[in-house]
């Protein structure tokens, strides 16, 4: 058995038991409905880091392992989807005669996507229906296959690095 990486979130009733207030979800066909875009048969979407505060996302994900020039192609759809923006390289916005000289590095990674609330006992509450996906090991339970991407514009992001954490990454090849 290993430790989790993360900790399914709880909350406590007026009577003084816990009850889980978000369970595993798997990402299959209803991924469009919750702020996937469908891309050749592939899901892609943008992420932010763990601030929150950009208005583009800062890194993208794939589910399932895909080949790098894959995930620049659903990047590049997204961004052009979802932001009106033909160009990866850049922000919406950006100068387009700043170099940016980052190559994004894809990386074959696990995920567990977890999701509030329990689907049939809707609390009604600002998080209804909403996800929230955190790294994970291969092995950890309800982990699921993820490329992910940094935006090639994005300073820094929250992606695992394989040159740091192998157990948690591999570079796309």
Request: hydrophobic residues 40%; contains cysteine; charged residues 20%.
């Amino acid at each position: 058995m290993t430790s989790a990486l993360y900790e399914i979130e709880t909350s406590e009733d007026d009577d003084s038991s816990m009850h889980p207030v978000e369970q595993l979800w798997t990402p299959g066909e209803d991924a469009v409905e919750n702020g996937f875009l469908a891309h050749s048969g592939l899901y892609v979407t943008g992420i932010d880091d763990s601030t929150d505060d950009h208005l583009y996302p800062v890194a993208f994900f794939v589910l399932g392992h895909q080949k790098w020039a894959t995930v620049i192609e659903a990047a590049s759809t997204y961004m052009a989807q979802i932001h009106d923006w033909r160009n990866l390289h850049l922000y919406p916005g950006d100068d387009p005669s700043v170099l940016i000289p980052r190559i994004p590095r894809a990386v074959h990674t696990h995920g567990v996507f977890l999701r509030h609330p329990h689907l049939e006992y809707g609390c009604g509450c600002e998080w209804d229906d909403t996800w929230r996906m955190v790294w994970a090991l291969p092995n950890e339970p309800g982990a699921i296959p993820i490329t992910a991407m940094r935006h090639p514009a994005a300073n820094d992001t929250d992606i695992p690095n394989p040159d740091d954490t192998p157990a948690l990454a591999t570079w796309v090849q």
